[in-house]
């Protein structure tokens, strides 16, 4: 794509303003997650605990999946969005009431139910796109919000690494509310109407056909498998755990995780650039071993922060690639009129996958288990995954 295919989607005046309430949203939820991420660990966290945290990050969208068309469905699109905003807003004031480890419990609520709103606001928002947008302009404006994500993963990382070091967790928070509240103003000028699908099905029936219909395709069942196994690389967790163990000798928590995971996602946003054109269906395979084969690799380097940067770049270069073939083998497959559920046991069995692998960091860290060994395991994953796709193709592709 070129930049003017891309600026002709931005001239969209509901795209643009849309968009651009999309990356203030993206930007706050990470920017404070690095204050987060050092309050815990300032505070004593226990391995288990930061992992808890991080799996609260990944929750909503196993819990609220098979209910957020239906509520989508049900509440005008503004109104919808206004109201996710202001939960926002309000979560994150909370956040500024957590002042030890005691308050361990209600950061994990806080951060579900900023969770839980900013995973509507994302399905809703791309619920609309296909209502307003057609053919080749719908295409660019999914590409754009995927673009956006990683450019703001790795904003917010870096910037709220910088703030939490120099201003402090509270500061933090409090210009993380600011970010909210423009986006929440920038919603009230959205030139918007349309109404709210009738919804005459109960939500329980739609879960309970899609699965039988899920059970009746089993190759959907082996593709949503490989969409999960992307799962290997959810890294927060470790990365929390490596600052507090090696980085913090050499540089702040805060500014360590930050800037670790801003070069990760960097690395995301490049990757598909240079790889997506060459993965396909007969040879994702070797793919998977090569991402597999980057993560034991920077297991050997990763207790040096300088070298780690590396690493991690070259790790985080495949990962978005493979989340998207995967997610568009998938698409592929699924009958138009089963394709909001499939996709969204798709989501939860992905997000579930995520929160076992940092449970898992998080028990075999508490454990004693080196971090070394923990991520060689998490590349053999994706080894183990190779294998599992040959298998694969061979029955269901050939």
């Known amino acids: 794509m070129t930049q003017n295919s891309y600026w002709d989607v931005l001239k969209h005046p509901i795209i643009a303003r849309l968009t651009l309430i999309q990356f203030i949203s993206y930007f706050g939820t990470w920017f404070s997650q ?10 004593g966290a226990s391995e288990l605990a930061i992992a808890y945290i991080f799996m609260m990050l990944m929750l909503p969208a196993i819990v609220l999946a098979p209910l957020s068309g239906w509520i989508i469905d049900k509440v005008s699109f503004k109104k919808l969005m206004g ?24 950061l994990m609520l806080f951060v579900f139910i900023r969770s839980s709103a900013s995973s509507i606001l994302f399905a809703a928002e791309m619920a609309l796109f296909p209502k307003i947008l057609q053919g080749e302009m719908l295409k660019k404006t999914n590409e754009i919000h995927s673009i956006v994500w990683s450019v703001c ?9 910088l703030v939490t ?34 919804h005459t099905e109960s939500a329980l029936f739609m879960m309970k056909s899609g699965f039988i219909y899920l059970k009746n395709h089993k190759k959907l069942i082996h593709l949503i498998i490989l969409h999960a196994s992307i799962g290997f690389t959810s890294f927060e967790t470790l990365i929390t755990l490596l600052a507090d163990l090696h980085y913090k000798y050499i540089l702040a928590i805060p500014l360590a ?11 995301m946003t490049i990757g598909p650039l240079l790889f997506s054109k060459y993965i396909n269906d007969k040879n994702i395979h070797y793919f998977f071993a090569l991402q597999g084969l980057a ?31 995967t997610y568009y083998m998938l698409q592929q497959e699924i009958e138009v009129k089963f394709l909001g559920r499939v996709i969204a046991y798709n989501d939860m069995v992905f997000m579930i996958f995520n929160i076992v692998v940092t449970l898992f960091v998080g028990y075999a860290a508490k ?30 592709l050939s």
């Open 34 to 43: 690095v204050a987060i991420a050092s309050m815990i660990l300032e505070y």
């Open 83 to 106: 109201i996710l905003l202001l939960i926002e807003i309000s979560m994150t004031l909370l956040f500024m009431t957590v002042n030890s480890l005691d308050d361990l419990n209600s």
């Open 153 to 161: 993963f790795a904003a917010g990382m870096a910037l709220g690494g």
């Open 165 to 198: 070091y120099y201003l402090g967790y509270d500061a933090t928070f409090l210009i993380d509310v600011l970010l909210y509240t423009i986006a929440f103003l920038l919603l009230l000028g959205l030139k918007l109407s349309l109404n709210p699908i009738e």
């Open 257 to 267: 995780i930050g800037w670790i995971n801003a070069t990760r996602a960097l690395a």
């Open 295 to 325: 993560i034991i690799l920077w297991s050997f380097v990763q207790h040096s922060y300088g070298v780690a940067i590396l690493g991690i770049f070259i790790v985080g270069l495949l990962s978005t690639s493979l989340w998207s073939y």
């Open 367 to 396: 454990m004693g288990m080196e971090l070394e060994y923990i991520t060689i395991i998490m590349g053999c994953g994706f080894m183990v995954t190779a294998l599992y796709y040959r298998w694969f193709k061979k029955n269901y």
